[in-house]
Structure formats: structure tokens, C-alpha cells
T-cell receptor, first 112, second 109 residues
Framework: ETGVTQSPTHLIKTRGQQVTLRCSSQ?????VSWYQQALGQGPQFIFQ???????GRGNFPPRFSGLQFPNYSSELNVNALELDDSALYLC???????????FGDGTRLSIL | TQLLEQSPQFLSIQEGENLTVYCNSS?????LQWYRQEPGEGPVLLVT?????EVKKLKRLTFQFGDARKDSSLHITAAQPGDTGLYLC?????????FGTGTRLTIIP
């Protein structure tokens, strides 16, 4: 039990649609990172938020955006969905970026 | 593209055997973490190694960080079915993690 909860657990969308994935972290976890894990691969870093500000971004296009809220929850938004966006999306939180991250169980997104 | 290459990609061995998983990079990392991920779950941190040449033991698991902090290995002795899972290494640099390609381990009873 990591204290990191993601919703929904599974989601099916079609190309061109928009999606919002949610993550709820432990109290005091000011840093949240989002990862994309394609089938059979390791997670790839999308971006990180610290105290509601973006604090680093991986090699993902601007249609991937995020928000972090004061209540330790966060969102990942993806616009104009493409087939290649089908993946497991993981969020991970920690008290700050120097501390170990605790992962949620992810949202499995399928694009038809 | 993944900066960290893991080998082998798949490994299936009998219970009781020993195995080693490798994690290699051309980049230097401040620290190296190993995770295990089971189906339907997120990765769970097993260990963090920080110093070049560092060796850490966690029961039957031995983790080593290369002297140059570019590579790492995970050795499991007397593998058990409960060791089955996806093993991921992750290098930390500038407080960001880069994950490896993963090794899917299956232990046959």
C-alpha cells in the first residue's frame, strides 16, 4: 500500500478525443511525477510537478499537460489522442524530488 | 529511446537456480534504483545504490553499482516463484528518473 491512488483503473477512448487521468497522493507529498509505460517497456518520464509548478519535462509533446492541486492531487491531460498513446500511465509522489517515489497502480488507457 | 538497457529482456528459470540481471548505460547517474513490478500494479522500490562500487544485499538479492556509476547488476540466489515479475532499473540524474527497458523474470516451480 503506497498511499497513491489513481483513477480510473481502465479507460477506453477513440482517436482525437481528450482524456483526464487523476492521481491522489499522500499528505505532505509535494512532488508528483507522471510516467507512460507502453506494453513490454519501462516507464518513460512525462513531467514532474512540485508545489503546483512544473519542475521538469520529458520528451512528450505539448498535448500532454498536467496540473497539481494544493490537496496533493494531480491530473494528467492528453488532447488529440493518438493510437500510440495506448499505455499504462503511472503517477508517483514523494515529499520532495530527492526522496524515493511511491507509485500508484496506474491507469490503463486504450485508444481505438 | 531508453538510455538504460537491461539484459536479458526475458528470463525463465527453475526454482532454486541463480540469476543475474544487468542494467547498462553510457551515462553517469547520481544513483541507481531497482524496482519490481507485478501485473496490474505500479513499480515497487527494492533498493537505491548511490556510491560507485556499492554493493547492497536484501535477503537473496544482491545489488551492485558499477565503479563509474553507469551500470548495475541484480543477482538473485536460489530463485523462488515469488520472485516472478518485471524488474526495472532506474537511473537518477538532476532529481529525475530514467527507467531501463525491463527484464521479465519467470521462476518455474
Amino acid at each position: 500500500e503506497t498511499g497513491v491512488t489513481q483513477s480510473p483503473t481502465h479507460l477506453i477512448k477513440t482517436r482525437g478525443q481528450q482524456v483526464t487521468l487523476r492521481c491522489s497522493s499522500q499528505s505532505g507529498h509535494n512532488t508528483v511525477s507522471w510516467y507512460q509505460q507502453a506494453l513490454g517497456q519501462g516507464p518513460q518520464f512525462i513531467f514532474q510537478y512540485y508545489r503546483e509548478e512544473e519542475n521538469g519535462r520529458g520528451n512528450f509533446p505539448p498535448r500532454f499537460s498536467g496540473l497539481q492541486f494544493p490537496n496533493y492531487s494531480s491530473e494528467l491531460n492528453v488532447n488529440a489522442l493518438e493510437l500510440d498513446d495506448s499505455a499504462l500511465y503511472l503517477c508517483a509522489s514523494s515529499t520532495d524530488s530527492t526522496q524515493p517515489q511511491h507509485f500508484g497502480d496506474g491507469t490503463r488507457l486504450s485508444i481505438l | 529511446t531508453q538510455l538504460l538497457e537491461q539484459s536479458p529482456q526475458f528470463l525463465s528459470i527453475q526454482e532454486g537456480e541463480n540469476l543475474t540481471v544487468y542494467c547498462n548505460s553510457s551515462s553517469v547517474f547520481s544513483s541507481l534504483q531497482w524496482y519490481r513490478q507485478e501485473p496490474g500494479e505500479g513499480p515497487v522500490l527494492l533498493v537505491t545504490v548511490v556510491t560507485g562500487g556499492e554493493v547492497k544485499k536484501l535477503k537473496r538479492l544482491t545489488f551492485q553499482f558499477g565503479d563509474a556509476r553507469k551500470d548495475s547488476s541484480l543477482h538473485i540466489t536460489a530463485a523462488q516463484p515469488g520472485d516472478t515479475g518485471l524488474y526495472l532499473c532506474a537511473g537518477e540524474r538532476n532529481e529525475k528518473l530514467t527507467f531501463g527497458t525491463g527484464t521479465r523474470l519467470t521462476i518455474i516451480p
